[in-house]
DNA sequence: GAACAATCATTGACAAGAACAATGATTGTT
DNA sequence: AACAATCATTGTTCTTGTCAATGATTGTTC
């Protein structure tokens, strides 16, 4: 999706802005994720195995927000470029848990490095202290 | 305060930060305009037209980046709901000049209020003079 | 001015994704 | 033991965006 040059004058709606930011940030993300053959969710799911070794897949669909069929076919593509396996759960027999490979480890170690310049690109125009004051006011308002 | 590990690192990356609250904030947005049958694009619309009269379809798709093609559609709902009419242009015939009839003056300024609600909501944390610096920092990295 | 390319709105086809219900296997509960 | 609930998975439907093709009109070039 291509940025559109509206954004002079009048629109100047917080909420508004938000949606067009997020709709930009996003498609950059995903750019920058695509010469790895993965998407934002792909990264999502990634970084979130990357703190937790070992979760459930519908762990990963209530935290990540994602349906669970959607997991499904993620971790397909994800087990496919070896990036995470589906081992199966101990204490479960119907679940199975997901972890990172060292594959996955290291790609999402690059990939990170990635993300951080799309961040920059970003947010080019904003000085050090204004990209931290915005950083907080994000996250104030993302009520996680 | 001893934050989970997954909160360091990308989930407090600014253009992730701004990805995620994109999508509540989009989707939100449908949420209230869904009363009126409309979705954030036809709004957009909406919009743009009451700032200039009489624009021309493909001057809708390239200020706000849409496809010509769901221009289209978009202007067929927002014709039948009354709140915009295609003329004809009579500086060029295979154009037409799109113009907001006055129930969708209306309707914008009643939508633009639920949006002002939306973005209220959405700034609830925050207190007038943080959500001005916000709005302000959002402005200065969307103009490009 | 005639021939050809370009532009406008529109339509149709198409693939991609999200949302939802249904299923088989297993576990929890009464 | 019987029944409900949960997990991953599949399949289906529906929406969306993207793209190519079309008819009408305009611009351009020789």
Redesign the interface.
Known sequence: ???????????????????????R??S??NAALEQHGLR?RH?AIL??L???DGARQRELADRLGYDPSAIVSLLDDLQQLGLAERRPDPADRRSRLVVLTPAGHDLLHTA?HD??R??ED?????SPT??A???D????????
């Open positions: 999706m291509n940025d559109a040059p509206w954004m002079h004058g009048l629109h100047a709606d917080t909420g508004y802005l938000l949606y067009r930011l997020g709709q940030s996003g950059a993300f934002l990264h970084r979130y990357a703190t937790v990170d993300s951080r799309v961040t970003l947010l080019a125009p904003l204004e990209r004051t915005l950083n006011l994000l996250q104030r308002i993302s009520t996680l």
